[in-house]
């Protein structure tokens, strides 16, 4: 059976380090985690990589917030970071994709995914939470699934629904089984230490992906209503270390269960 695997969502280079330290497999690259996630600058990218060790790096594809159907323009913005990213870090083995595109109908985009996918060449494709949001369009799970996979998407992120993954541990299961070796489903949405093992045990998902935020103090002496309200949310490595532990333990428990079967 394939390792666990722990996605930490991070938007600055800090978050990077402590992803590594608190023994995160792969980190997503973002800006903007407040608006859900944007496009990072490629500066960013290539200190965050510096920073990331051995760990995998999913840089997110994302020209803004909101709704995810992208203009004209926002598709030739979204092949050009990808393009920028790709020479930036020289096609580093570590470096994958996280991106989407819905139509207005809240449906796959299939040509602008198809422009988008072969833009990524080998790197890894990972469908990120607009799959959220066609399952509550109402389309169906399966064959959107199937759909990505004709597409050359290697993975999906989903909380199998609109709000929390806990909240539709049996949408989750279904996708699973229904994605089986041909898809890496990717359970995100308010995964924490608390409830990941559970996540993991219903639903037999492999990989988890999670926002590990704590509060920091201001570093500026000088307060801003607008751009400075005494602190800041970064990620904590305590709580990556806490989910990975607890998805060591599950780990442990799914092995043992395996044994005996």
Do not use: W
């Not at 390792?3 to 995160?24: F, N, Q, T």
């Not at 960013?44 to 840089?59: D, I, N, S, T």
């Not at 639903?203 to 704590?214: D, N």
């Not at 800041?232 to 599950?250: F, H, K, P």
């Amino acid at each position: 059976m394939p390792p666990i695997l722990v996605e930490i969502c991070v938007d600055d280079v800090g978050g990077a380090a402590a992803a590594r330290r608190g023994g995160a497999d792969r980190v997503e690259l973002c800006a903007s985690l407040s608006e859900g996630g944007t496009t990072p600058t490629v500066g960013f990218v290539r200190h965050a990589a510096a920073e990331a060790g051995p760990m995998g790096l999913q840089v997110l594809v994302r020209p803004r917030g909101g709704y995810f159907v992208p203009t004209g323009a926002e598709v030739d913005v979204m092949l050009d970071d990808i393009a920028a990213t790709r020479s930036a870090l020289r096609d580093d083995a570590r470096l994958g994709f996280t991106l989407g595109a819905l139509t207005p109908s809240g449906d796959l985009d299939e040509a602008v995914l198809a422009r988008l996918v072969a833009a990524c060449g080998p790197r890894p494709v990972v469908f990120h939470k607009a799959f959220d949001t066609a399952l509550a369009a109402g389309h169906d799970p399966q064959r959107l699934l199937d759909r990505l996979v004709d597409l050359g998407i290697d993975g999906v992120l989903t909380a199998g629904g609109d709000g929390p993954a806990v909240d539709h541990l049996d949408a989750l299961s279904r996708l699973v089984r229904g994605a089986g070796q041909r898809l890496r489903v990717v359970v995100a949405g308010g995964v924490r230490p608390a409830n990941v093992a559970a996540v993991l045990s219903s639903t037999g998902c492999r990989e988890v992906h999670l926002r590990a935020p704590a509060e920091a103090a201001s570093a500026s002496t000088v307060g801003s209503a607008a751009y400075d309200a005494g602190s800041r949310t970064v990620t904590s490595e305590q709580v990556v270390a806490d989910v990975v532990a607890a998805v060591g333990g599950q780990a442990q428990a799914s092995g043992r269960s395996s044994s005996v079967q």
